[in-house]
């Protein structure tokens, strides 16, 4: 499993040299590629230069703590897999890491089987597998298709893959209209209009999808 991050870039962010010249010696073995960043700022200013694949960030460190650094990279990259190392359990601490969408928190000082099983909680992460519409249909998540055992891929744009994603992991369940913007547009604004019309597009496209609209609630998909 961890072959997958041997493809991937990690950014790792700690304010004390000795224990990370340790980490990135590390992070060698297993990813493409290591950046280092020795306080919050840097960490901003390596992500918008490197897009690395993920993250690792002490909590605590100097200009910009490592949940600050994080905070502002979530409000336009909710995805990244990021890692919250802290000297301290604190249960604040944590429940703060947990709203910004962690993969893991790990406790310092950490031994090598406790590092091994956060990069294997990571690699899974990275592990996509394909969902199944029907016996037919295939959504894959790699290149945003629809797959067909009998015809030709079907393009989606990537709002459009957004919400048959969401749709597909909550069939048999109202989605209601706010959560489903929220998952289509992200960070940016979207209206149930917008809504209606990337719907009525994917209908087109899809005719075999049972996608129906549950009034004044939302959608649902059967």
Same mark, same amino acid.
Do not use: W
């Given at each position: 499993?961890?072959?997958?991050?041997?493809?991937?870039?990690?950014?790792?962010?700690?304010?004390?040299?000795?224990?990370?010249?340790?980490?990135?010696? #590390?992070? /060698?073995?297993?990813?493409?590629?290591?950046?280092?960043?020795?306080?919050?700022? @840097?960490?901003?200013?390596?992500?918008?230069?490197?897009?690395?694949?993920? =993250? =690792? =960030?002490?909590?605590?460190?100097?200009?910009?703590?490592?949940?600050?650094?994080?905070?502002?990279?979530? $409000?336009?990259?909710?995805?990244?897999?990021?890692?919250?190392?802290?000297?301290?359990?604190?249960?604040?601490?944590? #429940?703060?890491?947990?709203?910004?969408?962690?993969?893991?928190?790990?406790?310092?000082?950490?031994?090598?089987?406790?590092?091994?099983?956060?990069?294997?909680?990571?690699?899974?992460?990275?592990?996509?597998?394909?969902?199944?519409?029907?016996?037919?249909?295939?959504?894959?998540?790699?290149?945003?298709?629809?797959?067909?055992?009998?015809?030709?891929?079907? *393009?989606?744009? *990537?709002?459009?893959?957004?919400?048959?994603?969401?749709?597909?992991?909550?069939?048999?369940?109202?989605?209601?209209?706010?959560?489903?913007?929220?998952?289509?547009? @992200?960070?940016? *604004?979207?209206? $149930?209009?917008?809504?209606?019309?990337?719907?009525?597009?994917?209908?087109?496209?899809?005719?075999? =999808?049972?996608?129906? /609209?549950?009034?004044?609630?939302?959608?649902? #998909?059967?």
């Amino acid at each position: 499993m961890l072959e997958i991050l041997k493809s991937k870039s990690v950014l790792y962010a700690e304010d004390e040299p000795s224990v990370a010249n340790e980490v990135i010696v #590390l992070l /060698n073995m297993f990813f493409k590629e290591v950046f280092y960043a020795k306080n919050g700022k @840097e960490v901003l200013e390596i992500y918008e230069e490197k897009t690395p694949d993920m =993250l =690792l =960030l002490d909590v605590s460190m100097p200009i910009l703590d490592g949940l600050e650094a994080l905070k502002a990279i979530r $409000k336009k990259d909710k995805d990244t897999v990021a890692v919250m190392l802290t000297a301290f359990d604190d249960k604040s601490t944590l #429940l703060r890491a947990v709203e910004l969408n962690i993969t893991k928190f790990l406790v310092k000082p950490f031994n090598k089987q406790n590092f091994i099983s956060m990069l294997e909680s990571c690699a899974k992460k990275f592990t996509l597998k394909d969902i199944k519409i029907d016996e037919i249909y295939t959504l894959s998540l790699e290149n945003m298709h629809i797959q067909s055992k009998q015809n030709s891929d079907i *393009k989606l744009t *990537k709002k459009e893959f957004l919400l048959l994603k969401f749709m597909l992991e909550n069939r048999g369940r109202v989605c209601q209209f706010d959560e489903i913007l929220n998952v289509v547009y @992200e960070y940016d *604004k979207g209206s $149930k209009d917008s809504l209606k019309a990337i719907i009525k597009e994917l209908r087109k496209k899809c005719e075999f =999808l049972a996608l129906e /609209n549950s009034f004044g609630l939302g959608y649902i #998909l059967k």
